[in-house]
Each structure stands twice: as C-alpha cells, then as structure tokens.
C-alpha cells in the first residue's frame, strides 16, 4: 500500500448535490482500475485487504463498537496499519484493547496484549475515542479568522451547532474521518459511528451542517441587521418585517440577534465549510470506503436495518456487508440427543430449558431470514452470541473469525 | 401505589433494552387501575402501534379503556404550538409554512424538543372540568444520550434566552419536570453488566443534571435461578452442560444486577421474566404488564 499523499486539492467545488448525488471520488488511481474480479466468498476479506475506510453504522445497542473494534483488530493482525475510532465512551472498549482508557489522541496497543492472547499482529493496532466538543473546537480554531475565534467559541449557538444541533456528532465524526484519513498514513481507517435512531441523521448530517453555514435564510430574514453590524430596531424594517414579527412573538427577539450575531461571525467561513463536506462526501463516496450495516437479529430490528439499507444504496454508498451481531444456536443434536440420560428432575429442567434457547434461536433465525430478503444483494454475516461479554482480545478476536468467514454460524 | 401518583413517567433505557415495549405495559397498567392515561411515544417509527395492535397518530387515539396514545412528532407538534400562540391558521401558514422559515427553524436551538416536550407537558396540565384530563402520562423518552439532552432543553433555553415567548415556555416547562411531586423516571435496564452500569449513569446524570429522580427501576429480561451446582456436576461430559452452565450463568448475572442496581439506586426494583415464546406485540405487552403489576404490588 502506498500511504496517502498530501492532502488531496479539493474539485471545484460542484453546485451542491443532495445526499443521493453521486460524486466522482477524488483519488483518480481508483476509478482507473478495473472493477474487482467475481465477488469473494466473504466481503469482508477482500475490504479488509482494499479499503482505507470502512464505517460501522446502525441502531445503538446492536455491538456497532465490538464490530468495528474486531475488524481493525483483524486487519492489524494481517499486516495493514490500523486505527479503530469510536464514540462509544464505555471503558470495556478501552480495557479489552488493554488501555486504561481512550482519549481523543490515538494510542497504540500494547503488544503484551496481543501476546496474551497468541496474536502476532504485523501492523500496529491504534484506537481513539473521539471527542465531539474538541473536535468541533478545533475546527473552529483552525478555519476562524483569529479574531473571531473566542466570539465564535463563546457564542451560544455555536454551543448548540457543537453539541446538541441533530446531526451535529455524525457531522464531527466525519469530519475527524477526513482528517484521519487525509493526514494520517493508516491503511486502514474503521469507523465506529454514533447510535443514530434515524439514519437519515447520519447521511444527511453534511446537508444540515451546510444548511446551517449557508446564509441564504439569514440573509433573507436578517440582512439589514448584518450590514449594520447588530440587531436592533431595524429587524422589523425589511421587506419580510411581517413574517420576521411573527416569527419573533415566537422566538423573543433575542434567540433572533443571537442568531443573526452568529451567521455574521461564521460568514466568512462558509466557502470552507462548504469545500470541506464536498470532501467529505466524496470520501463517504470513494472505492475504497465501505460501510458495514451492524444489526441485531431480533424482528423488531428488522425495520431499522432495512431503512439503513435502503438509504445507503440510495446515497451510492458500497455497503460492504450487513452484520446480523448475537445471534442465538439452536442446542445441537447431541445436546437433545443426552435428555433422556439425565434423571427424571433434571431433565426436567433442561428440557425447558432447550425448548427456550430453540424458541430464541428459531425467533432469530426467522428475522435473519427477513433481513436477507430485504437486503437482497448483500451479504449477510451472523456473529453467534456468545457466552460472556466481549470484553478481551481473544474475544474481539473470535469476533472477527466470524466477521471474515474462518468460523460460521451453521444453518440448516 | 406511589408510582402512579405521579403525574408524568419518563421512562428511559438504553437503546435495544425494550423501553417502548416497557413504556407501553406501564401505561396499560396504569390504565387498568382505573387512571385515565396517556401515553406519547416521542418522534419514534410508530412502536406505539405495532405493540398495541392498534394505530397510533399524531392525534390522541383511545387503545383501550382509560388509556390514549399519541406519537409526538415535531411537525405536528410546532404547528399546534404556533397556532396556540398565533391563533389564526392563515398567520401560521403565510408565517411557518414558509420554506426559509422553516428552514430557518431547524437551526434555532431545540425548537423541535422543546415544541415535543411541550405538548407532552401541555396534556399532563390539562384539565377537564376541575381534574385533570389524563392523571398519568407516561413518556416513551428517547434512549440514554438523547434522553438527558431532550430532558434538559428548557434549562438550556433558560440559560441562552435571557426573556421572551421562548424563555416564558421554557420557564413553566422546566419547573414542571423538576417538579418531585409531578414527575417521576422509570429506568429501563438488562440483567448484563454494560446495561447496568449505564442504567447507575443514566440514574445519576437525570437526578443531578435534569433534577428528576427515579421512582422504579425495571430489570427487563430477568433469568430466574433453576440449576444448582449439583445439577451442574450431573451434568458434566454431557453435551448439555454448557447449556445448563449458560443459564446458571445467566441466572447469576441476573441476581448480581438486581442486587447492584437495588443498592445504588433509591428506588425499587421490578423484574420482567425474560420472554421466550415469539411473543410480540399486545400479548408481550401484557405479559409484562402483569409481570410489572406483580412487581409493584408486592413492593413495599
């Protein structure tokens, strides 16, 4: 692999596009090459060897951070650089990559680790855990001119843009991404990406923040008050003073002055802004990012992950698998097979309890079987449950023998 | 019962732990010992409906005896709230049926939360003659993260607008939600140890940050004991052991949870058995009514 160049001149910046608005990807070398030979038994061997970035999206509470941890881990494992970054600020992550805990620097895990559990790993393995607040921080600092950088800092809907504006963190993390991906010589790049209840947050997040840069209704509701550089009286002398009246009994004329404060301080930084989630998007659109759909088996899932699937492939982006995590066994023949060996109590007792893990591993079986006929074309990958939490190396590691095809979950 | 005293139950969990499916069971509960209930599921993709079997809109839809629902959405929920204040419907199209207004809105801090939590709380004053229209509402709230940020949305608009129709909202919302004698947390958790610890998070982050104490904890999918060590050993070389031992584990793991969460929590405990039957929908629903009905009376 060759590392990544100097950060790639951005395109012209095109008018913009919505979200399913294909873009060419910005790395020329990739769309030379001839599309891949007859698709490999498993995705993920072929992403994990190719692709610079895979991001891990879908619902909270499915092991998006286990899948993504697992992945780098393996790929590390194999002999490419790689970098697992989360959102997930749960320890157990930190701890079963033996770190005492992930900040938003990248750290290197410690070889002991892997020894302890018989890994040889030929690339080094990296994690993060992303901060939203610094890193929305920090590209403030980097694109404000500096003397409007404090203002920008203090001002409260910048707070709000940072931290609670919806789509706001999925905009972050891809902008870390970009960073990563631009400025750091990692091979490969796994993105651990916030539980979003709705993925339309995820894809659109780019839009919104743009949305948000972009002057056109402030100008509209607000201009005489940017050109006289504050917000007073004359709000309501513009040609729209009726609507921005009405809108004021609504708002207080305040939440408007703070806003208009706003835009003025950013508005410098919008051709920015702008070159920036073009970049993004084309990064999210490139032949070497891929995206792994991590769900759980359950039917109440089903509508989530079909969702997410739906609007992927809309957006032209390559989804590289669907992960079914967690998934149920049925007991094995010679599990039923001893019952009848077992005195009259106890069997009993184990017969329920079979009937129970049947009843589960039959449930899942069913919405495996509905999530593959809705995400007809893709292939689906199921990670069993198991037995203890994933909490080590050697676990994350079983993890991936699953995710890359070593082990299968057996199905009738 | 103390519980049901309570005017409003935000009821939050981390995602995937069955909150909606709890959600739903409390307010049938509750519904069946005679209070007239309402239960807003916020912004979700209609759970409401598929778990009672029936359909659930933005409009207030009667389920069953004594209980309503409703899915509270944001654009529904913002232009019943403009029309409360502009109370002419031309005003409020010429005015938020506007496209760069309603572009424009999208940015101004949480007005979609706080419109939401608005017609949440509105129903919880409303009143129908002298007594209250609903005397329990019961909030399916969004998991974890989002919850506390959705919860806090009218003391962050308190804090950032300094007068005005936002800052008046903002003020009788936030004194009703920090309200102890209206409003109450159920916090829904799993017998594993992840869950618990953001359950013990979760718990502390509402009580001191959104000043909203918990009055039930529901450990959802709870693993009674059935093997013993004995039993294990008769079952060792077989190929059921590591089924027995799964179960004995789970059963294990279950009780630690309830012992933590019942020493760090001031609240009770109620278990929900963990559901094996394909049972969704209305019939898992009543099953964990009566599970937490089971639950509520028997505590102290």
């Not at chain 1, 917000?231 to 004021?248: E, H, P, Q």
């Not at chain 2, 005293?5 to 010992?33: H, I, N, Q």
């Not at chain 2, 102890?180 to 502390?204: F, H, I, R």
Request: hydrophobic letters at 45%; glycine letters at 6%.
């Amino acid at each position: 692999m060759t590392p990544p160049g100097p950060p790639a001149k951005p395109p012209p910046a095109p008018p913009r596009p919505g979200v399913g608005g294909k873009i060419a990807p910005s790395n020329p070398s990739a769309t030379a090459k001839a599309p891949p030979p007859a698709a490999p038994q498993n995705p993920f061997c072929a992403s994990l060897k190719e692709d610079r970035v895979m991001v891990a999206v879908g619902a909270g509470g499915v092991g998006k951070t286990t899948v993504a941890a697992a992945l780098a881990l393996r790929a590390a494992v194999d002999g490419r650089s790689s970098l697992v970054c989360t959102i997930d600020p749960a320890k157990r992550l930190a701890n079963s990559l033996g770190l005492k805990e992930l900040g938003n620097a990248e750290s290197l895990i410690p070889e002991p680790r892997f020894q302890a559990a018989g890994l040889t790993p030929k690339a080094p393995l990296r994690a993060m855990m992303l901060d939203m607040k610094q890193t929305w921080d920090e590209l403030i600092e980097r694109l404000a001119p500096p003397g409007k950088r404090e203002k920008i800092l203090q001002n409260r809907f910048y707070q709000s843009l940072s931290s609670a504006l919806a789509g706001s963190q999925e905009y972050i993390a891809m902008e870390k991404l970009w960073q990563l991906r631009t400025q750091r010589d990692y091979q490969l790049i796994v993105l651990d990406t916030p539980p979003t209840a709705h993925a339309l947050d995820f894809l659109d997040a780019p839009n919104r923040v743009l949305d948000f840069m972009d002057n056109e209704a402030a100008r509209w509701l607000l201009t005489p008050a940017l050109a006289a550089g504050k917000v007073g009286l004359k709000l309501f002398n513009l040609g729209s003073s009726y609507v921005a009246k009405t809108l004021t009994k609504f708002t207080g004329v305040e939440t408007l002055q703070g806003l208009a404060e706003f835009m003025s301080s950013i508005s410098g930084m919008n051709q920015d802004f702008r070159e920036r989630a073009t970049e993004v998007r084309d990064l999210m659109a490139d032949e070497k990012t891929s995206f792994v759909l991590v769900t759980a088996p359950g039917a109440e899932r089903l509508d989530e992950v079909v969702r997410f699937h739906t609007l992927l492939r809309q957006s032209h982006m390559r989804i590289a698998a669907v992960v079914v995590n967690r998934v149920h066994l049925p007991p094995t023949f010679e599990a039923m097979g001893s019952l009848n060996r077992l005195e009259p109590q106890l069997r009993r007792k184990m017969a329920t309890t079979v009937d129970e893990v049947s009843a589960l591993a039959h449930a899942d079986a069913e919405g495996i079987k509905q999530i593959k006929k809705e995400c007809e074309g893709t292939p689906l990958i199921e990670v069993p449950r198991f037995d203890l939490d994933v909490h080590d190396l050697t676990s994350l590691w079983k993890v991936s023998r699953f995710l890359c095809g070593d082990e299968a979950v057996a199905r009738a | 019962m103390r519980l049901l005293d309570k005017r409003l139950l935000v009821v939050t969990g981390k995602g995937g732990v069955g909150k909606s499916a709890v959600a739903s069971a409390l307010a049938l509960y509750s519904a069946r010992t005679g209070k007239r209930t309402l239960i807003c599921e916020i912004n979700a993709a209609d759970r409401l409906a598929s778990l009672y079997g029936k359909p659930v809109g933005p409009e207030l839809t009667l389920v069953e005896d004594n209980l309503w629902a409703v899915n509270v959405r944001p654009e529904e929920a913002l232009r019943e709230y403009a029309m409360m204040v502009l109370k002419f419907k031309s005003v409020y199209r010429a005015v938020f049926e506007n496209r760069l207004v309603r572009y424009f809105l999208r940015f101004i801090p949480s007005v979609a939360e706080m419109v939401m939590l608005g017609k949440v709380l509105f129903h919880v004053k409303e009143l129908q003659g002298a007594a209250p229209k609903y005397e329990v509402v019961v909030m399916d709230a969004p998991a974890t993260g989002h919850a506390i940020s959705f919860l806090q949305v009218p003391q962050v608009l308190l804090d950032t607008v300094a007068t005005g129709p936002l800052w008046t909202e903002a003020k009788w919302m936030r004194d009703l939600l920090v309200d102890p004698k209206t409003t109450a947390a159920v916090l829904v958790s799993l017998p594993e140890e992840m869950p618990v610890n953001e359950t013990l998070e979760l718990e502390d982050a509402l009580r001191r940050k959104v000043k909203i104490a918990t009055a039930l904890v529901v450990l959802n999918g709870y693993t009674a004991p059935r093997f013993d060590e004995r039993d294990l050993t008769s079952l060792g070389g077989s190929a059921l052991l590591s089924l027995g031992k799964n179960h004995f584990d789970r059963a294990q793991l279950s009780l630690d949870s309830r012992n933590r969460l019942e020493r760090q929590v001031a609240a009770p405990v109620a278990t929900v058995p963990r559901l094996y039957e394909e049972t969704r929908g209305p019939a898992m629903v009543e099953r964990i009514a009566d599970a937490l009905a089971k639950a509520l009376e028997s505590a102290p």
